[in-house]
């Protein structure tokens, strides 16, 4: 071989070996113009279309470590414009590989997401038109379109007249807000500003800090925890109480943690109710709680519907909405089953002038000519800018019509009656919730750790999708009708799924408990003869029939701690008898210090229903090191007061007047 044919020949492998250099094919070199957007966009419906209608062929969940995605692409953005296909092929071959496929029709956790092309559309074209309609003169058809879709669905939903913006005499209206958290939030902080101003006129002369820390919130055991998050946020005190054996909040549950509330000189000022809580869809008692409430006038009433509310355009679902005239607000999430993308959780108030006084701020730059007469979004909520998101649904509105969107709920809900069904014929389930929307909660009977295994092997198998929660203090498997078009073969499929692994998990069972009875009959039988050898050389009782006679005196039942922790907040758990609780999520407590606290043990005192308890906060770690952040597990101590009744410092009773002196704002 010559030189030149060598040189030829490398350079020919040193092309192979060389990664083709990807050329971007858009014409000016660094950007997609319109020619080759119609293009990559039509590609991409068509790639959307396909994934959608192959998704069973994936596994739903996927197999991945965390940090996968690190290592398959690069630490730095591309300095040079890349080639789209390149980007498309790595979203198969990279992204893909680390999603899991809520539209799967075996995803059957949580609640569905929302999902259509109707809405895909509307996205879309909001993407496109790309405005961003903080106020009305900001994009008029945005504010405009966002208010009348709120009150087509406000009237389908059912929702009394004061809550449409657009109805002759109505101070209410909707907005559309990012998630049914901010839906919570916003609304917990116009309750908080309501509120104080009420206080702060009794007490003209005490500062608004002092007048918060009176406030306190209440909620369900069962409510989700975007309410105890709000209160983080509002910097306010929740009451957390037990809701009955049907996961329901009732009227005299709220009304007697309130009065007593009272008495220690709190102030009531917000209850979140839920219709439809996460854990199991069960509805608190609505018509009770805002009876209830008629005794405390000016608290906020909340409902958090964010999944069952969008069900109410089913004339024969709307029972479920009884007591709504008793709301302030109230809140569903059409981007949970309403065929409507994330992000879609409509927000209605009674008042809209009491939501906005708490959120108003006003700079020049923002202000208009038509701000008397118009809607301005932006006082509505968190953010200044919001995207065009009513679009999608009026899109899905109108596409499918109320006809169609009743339609859809009602499959879902005849897909839940029939998984239902199957679960009841095999006697080794049990159900744990009153099915009445698309939610069915069940369990093998047995032990909590026996479902946790079942749920376990289920999910690492990635044939199908779901997740546990915790009702009536069990451990029960939810299972969501979820997918857009599940058929009634995918739920016996899933069902036939969820059979094959309890009956290889039950046999596994029953093999384990034989061979563990056997090896623990061995082992008690070596522990038996050993302790036997070592007791008889040391212990009198077994020489002395009497003293075993007598037996071991019992020991005393341990009271449970009162601080468990949900989340990063410590709560205070309040105990009056075995099945009565009250939680008191108190999110800063830890951030209390010694500074105005003679007490040298740096001690808060808290008077709490059925439980004087006082909190410490330990020092020690604070000392210990700089950059330790406090956090409140390892902050807190709790001291309670029988504790303290047995040290000669301090009576429970002087305590408490200690405690009520400092919440005496005057
Ligand atoms: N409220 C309820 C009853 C829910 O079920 C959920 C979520 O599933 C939420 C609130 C929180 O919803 P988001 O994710 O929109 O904040």
Redesign the pocket.
């Known amino acids: 071989m010559d030189t030149s044919m060598r040189s030829a020949a490398c350079g020919n492998l040193e092309k192979q070996t060389q990664k083709p250099k990807p050329k971007p094919n858009w014409t000016n070199g660094s950007k997609m113009d319109s020619t080759e957007f119609r293009k990559r966009g039509m590609e991409m419906v068509e790639y959307i279309c396909t994934y959608l209608e192959t998704l069973n062929e994936r596994r739903v969940t996927p197999s991945v470590e965390p940090g996968y995605l690190r290592h398959l692409l690069p630490s730095e953005a591309p300095h040079e414009p890349e080639d789209w296909d390149q980007i498309m092929s790595d979203v198969e071959d990279k992204i893909m590989p680390g999603v899991t496929h809520w539209q799967h029709p075996r995803f059957h956790a949580?609640?569905p997401a929302g999902n259509s092309f109707p809405s895909i559309l509307g996205d879309m074209l909001g993407d496109g038109i790309g405005c961003i309609g903080f106020s009305w003169a900001a994009s008029p058809a945005c504010t405009e379109l966002e208010t009348i879709v709120l009150d087509w669905l406000g009237k389908a939903i059912g929702l009394p007249d004061h809550f449409l913006a657009l109805k002759e005499g109505s101070t209410g209206g909707g907005v559309i807000q990012t998630?049914?958290?901010?839906c919570?939030l916003v609304t917990m902080l116009a309750a908080r500003a309501q509120a104080l101003k009420r206080l702060k006129a009794q007490h003209p002369f005490v500062e608004e800090g002092h007048l918060l820390c009176k406030l306190m919130a209440y909620c369900s055991k069962e409510a989700?925890s975007?309410v105890e998050k709000a209160a983080m946020i509002c910097f306010v005190k929740l009451r957390i109480l037990e809701p009955d054996e049907n996961a329901s909040l009732r009227g005299q549950t709220i009304y007697e943690a309130m009065e007593e509330d009272e008495l220690q000189g709190l102030v009531p000022f917000f209850v979140s109710t839920?219709l439809?809580?996460?854990g199991s869809c069960a509805f608190d008692n609505l018509p009770e709680i805002g009876k209830q409430l008629e005794r405390f006038p000016g608290v906020w009433l909340h409902v958090?519907a964010?999944?069952a509310g969008n069900s109410f355009i089913c004339p024969e679902l709307k029972p479920l909405l009884k007591g709504i005239e008793y709301a302030d607000s109230f809140n569903t999430?059409p981007n949970?089953w309403l065929l409507t993308n994330f992000d879609c959780?409509t927000l209605w108030v009674r008042d809209r002038i009491r939501l906005t006084s708490a959120l108003v701020v006003d700079p020049l730059y923002l202000k208009h000519g038509y701000s008397d007469a118009a809607i301005d979004y932006r006082h509505w909520g968190v953010p200044l800018s919001r995207r065009f998101r009513s679009l999608k649904l009026w899109f899905v509105l109108r596409s499918y019509g109320i006809s169609g969107l009743q339609h859809y709920i009602r499959h879902h809900i005849k897909l839940a009656k029939r998984f239902e069904e199957l679960v009841l014929k095999d006697k080794r389930f049990e159900i744990c919730n009153q099915v009445k929307l698309g939610l069915v909660c069940f369990r093998l009977k047995g032990s909590d750790k026996l479902n946790e295994k079942l749920l376990s092997i289920i999910n690492e198998s990635g044939k199908l999708h779901m997740v546990p929660a915790s009702v009536n203090d069990r451990y029960i498997i939810r299972f969501c009708a979820v997918a857009q078009n599940a058929t009634a073969e995918d739920i016996d499929y899933a069902w036939d799924i969820i059979v094959d692994f309890a009956n290889e998990l039950l046999e596994k069972e029953q093999h384990d408990e034989l061979s563990d009875i056997i090896n623990r009959k061995k082992q008690d039988t070596l522990a038996q003869k050993r302790s036997f050898f070592v007791r008889m050389v040391s212990d009198p009782k077994i020489y002395n029939p009497a003293i075993n006679k007598a037996g071991t005196p019992k020991l005393s039942m341990e009271l449970p701690s009162p601080v468990v922790s949900r989340g990063n907040a410590p709560i205070i758990r309040t105990q009056s008898s075995v099945d009565h609780n009250s939680w008191i999520s108190w999110p800063l407590a830890f951030l209390f210090n010694s500074g105005n606290n003679e007490d040298k043990g740096n001690n808060v005192s808290l008077r709490f229903r059925h439980l004087d308890t006082n909190v410490r906060h330990s020092s020690s770690r604070r000392n210990s090191g700089a950059g330790s952040s406090p956090s409140p597990e390892n902050e807190l101590d709790i001291v309670s007061a029988q504790q303290e009744q047995r040290s000669p410092r301090r009576s429970p009773n002087v305590m408490r007047k200690a405690s009520s002196s400092r919440d005496n704002p005057n």
């Open positions: 949580y609640f998630s049914a958290s901010e919570v989700h975007c839920t439809g809580t996460t958090d964010a999944y999430n949970k959780s």
